[in-house]
Each structure stands twice: as C-alpha cells, then as structure tokens.
C-alpha cells in the first residue's frame, strides 16, 4: 500500500460571537481536549467566506481565560456570601419565590432582562415559557438602549426593520458608524478597502471622531458632538430646496410629500451648517452626490442612538435616502427576510403606545427602556417591579448610572441570575443559575438580515460542558414545569406523534395548540421536551427551530424555494434539516429584489413619509436649545467607544488585549497639553454621577472639548488588575432620549482635571482654559 495521504485538521466550525457580524470560525482544540490552540475563518461560511477580523483570534480568552466562572448553581446567604446547592433545590427554592410574588402582586412585577447578547438567542427564545409560567408582562435587553427609537421610524415608515446593501451601493453612508471596528456587515474591513481603492464609488462619514473608517472615506462630516440632527436637516433640505428628489419613484412608491416638503422647507440650512461645524457648500454637494447616484446605503449606529436627539436622527437619515429613491434595488436599502424577527414593532402612533407600570416610559418591540428599569424598582408605587430574571446579560455594567442600578436590584425582593460567570450584576443575585458557554452549548444568533440570500447558523458544541452547568432551554423547562404550567399530560400525546414522524407531529402539535392558545407561549419548552430528543447529536434546543423554519417556508414561499427547499411542508422540513446538519451556516432564503416592496407592511402597499410626531420635532429644533459645553462641563465624553480591543464584556479576561489593555480617556493633542498632561498621565474625568481616574492618552482623532472612553473595560472578579474603568459608572438615566428612552452615552457633560501624585486635582486646572465661556 501506498503512503496514506492525512486530510489537515480544519478545526471545528462555530462563530464569533463579539458582534452582530458572527462570523464562521473553524476552531482547533488542544491536546488538552479544551484550549483554542488554533482559531480562523471558516472558508465555508455562506456570508464571512473565511473573514475574520482581529477580535475573534482571541476567544479562547473568553472559553478558558476567566476565575470567575460559576459551575454549580448559588444561594445568596443571610450575610451576604454565596453556598453552592443541587439544581433540584435551586429550581423549587426560584418557583416558590417567583410564585409567591405572583400570588400577592401579580406576575407583572416579575421583570424580565435580556436572553442573550451577540451570538446566544438560542436560549433566549425559551424565555417566553418562562414568562408566560409565571405571568409577566414586562420585559427589555440591550436592543432598548441602542435600537427602540429606529425600531419605531422603521416600522412608521415601511412597517419593519431596514437594513443596507453596503457591498453593492455606489455612495455608502456612515452616520455614527465606524464599521471598521463595530462591523455590521459581512467582512466589513475587506469592503470598506475596496470602496475606498474604486475611484467610481463615494464613502462619507459623519463623526465627529476621525475613526479608522473615516480616515478611508471621501467624505469625513466631523459634526460638533450632539449636533448630527442639525446636519441631517440641512441635508435632507437641500434636496427639497433644490428639487433633487425623486418624483416618479416616489409617486409610485410612497405618500407624505405634500407633508414633509413644508417641515423641510422651512430648516435654515446656512444655520444648521453652522451649528454643526461643516461648510453649507459642502453639505449641498454631498446631497447632489446623494440624488444623483445610481445607489446610496446609509446605515446609522450607536454613535448617534445614544445621542441627542437620536429619534428625530433616524427619521432624517430614512427620509434622506427614501426621497432619493434608494430603497428596493441594489446599493440601496431593503427589508430582509426573517427565522426569528428582531427589531419588529407595530409602528403605532406615539400616543397609542403601550407604557412601562410606574413611569410610564414608551414599549417598542415589547422593551421597556433600559434607562427607566431602575426607576420602575426605587419607588414605593404599588406596580413596581418587585423581582427580576436576568438571563445572559449584565445590567449593572452595561446600563446607564451603574450606582443606580447596584441600588435597584439590591432592593428587589428576588433577583435571578442565568449566566456563565459571576458578573457584577450576578454578584448582586439571590440566585445564580449557572450556564455553559457558547462553544459548549447548541447555540444561534438571530441577527440574520443578509439580502438577497439570507443565512441562519445553527452551531453544535466545540467542546462539553463541565459537570454542573445547565443549558437555558433546560433551566427554563424546569422553571416552567415546577410553576406547573407543563406537566406530562401536555408531553404525552405530542411525544407519541414525535414517534410517528415529523408530519404526524406536525398535525398534533399543531391541534394541541390550537386548542389551548395558552401553550402557544410555552411552545419552546413544549417543542423542547417532546420533538427535541428525537434531534440527532443531543440537538434538543433546536426544536424550537423546527417551528421557524415552517413559518418561515410559509411567510416567504418563494424565498424558501429559490434557496432550493422546495415547496409546503416539505420546504419547511428540509429547511430545518438543513438548519440542523449545516454545520457552517445555511442560505435560508434567496430573495429577489422585487419582492421587497411587498414586505412594506402597509395595506396600500406605500412607503409612509410623513411621522407627524417628527415633523412637529423637526419644526421645533429650530428654538431647541443648542448643545453646548460651560465652565462646570467643558467637555463632551463619549462613554463607550469601540476600539480594536473592546468589546462586549463577555471577554472578562483583560489579557485578551494585545493593545489598549489600559482603557486610555482619549483627548486632543491641544486639550492634553492646555491642561498641562501628557501621553500615559492620569486624569481624574468626572460627571454628574461620580468621578473616577483616568489614564490619558493624546490623538488627533479627536476634537477639542472632546473626549472618550472604551466600551467593556472596568469588569471585576479577575486576578489581574481591573483594566479601565466601567463607563456606566459615570452616566445618568435622566440623560435620555425624550420620545423612547434610549440613553445619551456619547454625550456625556463632563470634567477632566491634572492629578497630582498624591491622587488630588491639581490646583492649576481652570475649566477656562479649555476656551469655554459663561455665554458659551
């Protein structure tokens, strides 16, 4: 016999899991059987084709880099430590108190938070039965601090959520975004490269930091902080003001003109240009580059969602790009098709909006906004949130005014903790269920809006669980059977059709629920415990999936058959078994582009234009107060900006940073030198919540008057030094959006002052140096 040729050891496909992007990763393990020795791009990823950035490279840092992990669930005892207890007593000791609370003031003061961040939706699909066990109403995650306001606007004007085609567009857009480090789309760093190299395509950037994206575009907007409303306008007005819209699309397409031409006719565009720093000249010509190219993509982020005036912002930034036509062919802006809808809303008038029991804040896509959770619990008001479930998330560090929030949640009656580590916000639990990590679980994320071929990926366990941890599906079946809402009746029947074949338990399941509406919301766990065990490979949790790929195959027919599924039940069929045996990812639909206008979930079929509630703002901005800096906040501090080293905080290991490990306040070169700093000096940085030290670190990135923190440093219950300080820790819930809540974290009025030695502020800071005046 010849010499037998050894096929190389590709490693074990799953994904990133630090952004919206989750890219394929081929994962090699140790001889260990644990470490992520090696980690790449999966070549076979339908979407990332093998691209990875930076980031993902070091996720073993999050697999095997942390002392704080939680493998046996925990009480909280009467002073104040932890002991470890069987789940059996965790799970009866959790029913009872939730049950109790229940039984005196309803299940509407159990509050819900999270289900999972980047890339872990899977467990957080099952929360539904957990919700519906114990009868609560309310609910929020991280998406109603950064989405809520476009979710509403979105659904208003088209009926869903709008996502870009960047790859294929002629003019691409950045409002806020720097894609380069926050992604957003599939290979982000190869596509911004070759926008920037083709001479025949236009990149403009509004920012006011000059961020690695902006240093490859053709047009960097560096706005004032907090003025992009302003910016936006005398854009969008310029396009009335100089007839450079659309006519014929928009007679087809849409309604509203006859009421948005006066709102917009009436911005005093030289103004604006004033007001936000940037040449009127310049911000015609890039409205005439806009109206007269072939496509335009515009995406909007967090830089201007957590900023002033953030509602009126993602209103603009869509009528900028509808009255130009660019929406519904390629380049342009599409709805996408869904497995698991995110970002949904109905799109009801303001004042026909359901709102949160004691302040009474706006629920969009059926959040409470972050920014008001902690006012829903301080409070002696008798509808107060009295218990909360957090799953997969960690407020404490991620919300605003983390002071605020420490004091809310220990204030609760009941706090319950799903997570893998010992989290700040878990450091404060009565009870801590423990969960296994990404990679040691059957895990998906839903962020899928790719167009015209959309993907789901479905990722099987790279490695086992420790002894001790359950997964989420499994904790919440429990929860839910101990509150009695499943029991063995409810299995028994559909576990016999599961015997059966996947048509005949298609017919029972749906019959079942049919005839008790109840068990629709308990349709994870009940799909879980009866489907789910016939899955291959201990695929249990992707049961709930089977159900979303036959409502995908009958919302978008077409789609599911193009993709090559075929047609009726079938399609459904094969669309799961595709889903679960695909083990980089599967193309779920393939879409035309003509199909999009029929997902405008509007019943005539037309683009809405006008918002009133908007236009009325809009008028207003006119007299609205101009964001300015004075002598007690000469500066403007953006509170959490990505870097090439940040991320979400489930990394809690701080050596996972080859640079940047230290968090640095970013400055101006002529801020540093006018308060007599220097590169690595430390600053004490303070606001209206509190005042922390700060390393220095000089860029002329930045503006003067302006200044910025890295997101996801500031974590504890490591053994190295806390890297950073945590951002929340300085910003104030009160600091919001007005219309949905959403938090003003890049437009932070704050303070930055030499230290000594010795830790004091240095007698020769004088906010006037800075150039800020009383009449400022």
């Given at each position: ?37 090696r ?11 093998g ?58 003061a ?43 606007v ?66 960097h ?19 009335i ?31 604006y ?18 109206a ?16 002033r ?50 302040v ?42 983390s ?20 989290t ?84 029972a ?49 077409d ?24 083990r ?118 930045m ?74």
């Amino acid at each position: 016999m010849g010499d037998v040729k050894m096929m190389p050891d590709r490693g074990k496909p799953s994904a990133c899991i630090l952004c919206e992007s989750n890219c394929g990763v081929r994962i090699q393990l140790g001889e260990d059987g644990r470490t992520f020795e090696r980690i790449r791009g999966d070549k076979d990823h339908p979407t990332s084709h093998g691209y990875t950035c930076n980031k993902a490279l070091r996720l073993d840092h999050y697999q095997n880099g942390r002392n704080d992990r939680v493998t046996q669930p925990l009480r909280r005892r009467a002073d104040g430590s932890f002991e470890e207890i069987g789940w059996h007593t965790a799970v009866a000791e959790v029913t009872a108190r939730l049950s109790a609370i229940k039984e005196v003031h309803g299940g509407e003061a159990i509050f819900y938070y999270g289900g999972g961040g980047q890339g872990n939706h899977l467990g957080g699909a099952f929360a539904s039965a957990t919700m519906q066990a114990f009868g609560l109403s309310y609910r929020s995650n991280a998406l109603a601090q950064e989405k809520t306001g476009e979710f509403w606007v979105d659904a208003r004007m088209l009926g869903g959520y709008v996502r870009a085609d960047i790859e294929n567009a002629e003019v691409v857009l950045f409002v806020g975004k720097n894609p380069y480090q926050s992604h957003g789309f599939p290979r982000a760093r190869t596509v911004l490269k070759e926008i920037a190299k083709d001479p025949a395509r236009t990149m403009i950037v509004i920012d006011p930091v000059r961020t690695e994206t902006a240093e490859l575009a053709d047009v960097h907007f560096a706005v004032r902080p907090g003025t992009d409303s302003y910016l936006l306008a005398a854009l969008t007005a310029v396009l009335i003001e100089e007839d450079l819209i659309a006519h014929a699309w928009l007679t087809e397409h849409a309604t509203g003109l006859e009421d948005v031409r006066p709102a917009l006719g009436a911005v005093p565009i030289a103004r604006y240009a004033e007001v936000c720093g940037i040449a009127e000249e310049a911000i015609r010509d890039i409205a005439r580059r806009l109206a007269t190219a072939s496509s335009v993509s515009v995406i909007e982020d967090l830089g201007v969602q957590m900023n002033r005036d953030s509602t009126l912002v993602s209103y603009l930034e869509k009528l900028m790009w509808l009255l130009t036509g660019n929406f519904g062919k390629s380049g342009t802006q599409y709805l996408s098709s869904s497995i698991m809808e995110i970002g949904r809303d109905r799109g009801r008038a303001y004042d026909r909006i359901a709102r949160s029991p004691v302040v009474g804040a706006p629920i969009i896509s059926g959040l409470v906004p972050c920014n008001v959770i902690a006012d829903e619990i301080l409070t002696d008001h008798p509808a107060r949130y009295r218990a909360m479930i957090v799953e997969s998330a960690n407020p404490v560090h991620s919300l605003a005014d983390s002071a605020k929030m420490r004091e809310a949640l220990q204030s609760l009656e009941t706090l319950v903790v799903m997570d893998v580590a010992l989290t700040e916000t878990a450091q404060l639990a009565d009870y801590v269920l423990p969960a296994p990590t990404q990679f040691e679980k059957w895990e998906a994320t839903f962020y899928n809006f790719d167009f015209p071929r959309n993907l789901f990926h479905l990722r099987a366990p790279v490695l086992p669980a420790p002894e001790g941890p359950l997964p989420e599906p499994e904790i919440h079946a429990r929860l839910t059977e101990a509150a009695g809402a499943l029991t063995e009746s409810d299995y028994a029947p559909l576990r016999e059709a599961a015997g059966k074949g996947r048509e005949a338990f298609a017919s029972a399941f749906l019959a079942t629920v049919r005839a008790d509406p109840r068990l629709s919301r308990l349709a994870p766990v009940l799909l879980y415990r009866t489907l789910g065990p016939t899955l291959p490979d201990g695929a249990a949790a992707a049961a709930v999936l089977w159900a979303a790929a036959h409502r995908c195959a009958a919302d978008n027919a077409d789609g599911v058959r193009r993709a090559g599924y075929g047609e009726g039940f079938e399609a459904g069929e094969a669309l799961f078994e595709a889903i679960l045996t695909g083990r980089s990812g599967v193309v779920i639909t393939e879409d035309e582009w003509a199909t999009v206008f029929s997902r405008v979930r509007h019943k005539d079929g037309l683009i809405r234009l006008a918002v009133p509630e908007l236009l009325v703002d809009l008028t207003e901005l006119a007299s609205r107060p101009l964001p300015e800096r004075s002598l007690e906040w000469p500066f403007v501090l953006t509170a959490g900006e990505r870097r090439a080293f940040s991320a979400n905080t489930i990394i809690r290991d701080p050596s996972w940073r080859r640079r940047g490990a230290d968090g640095a306040l970013r400055m101006s070169p002529l801020d540093v030198e006018r308060l007599g700093l220097t590169l690595g000096a430390r600053a004490r940085l303070t606001t209206s919540r509190g005042s922390l030290e700060v390393v220095v670190e000089p860029t002329d990135r930045m503006q003067p008057g302006h200044v910025s923190l890295p997101n996801g440093f500031g974590l504890g219950g490591h053994p190295a030094a806390v890297a950073g300080i945590a951002p929340n820790e300085l910003t104030a819930t009160e600091h919001r959006d007005p219309w949905f809540g959403t938090p003003f974290h890049k437009h932070v009025p704050a303070r930055v002052e030499p230290v000594t030695g010795d830790g004091k502020v240095s007698p020769t800071a004088d906010p006037t140096i800075m150039g800020v005046t009383s009449s400022d």
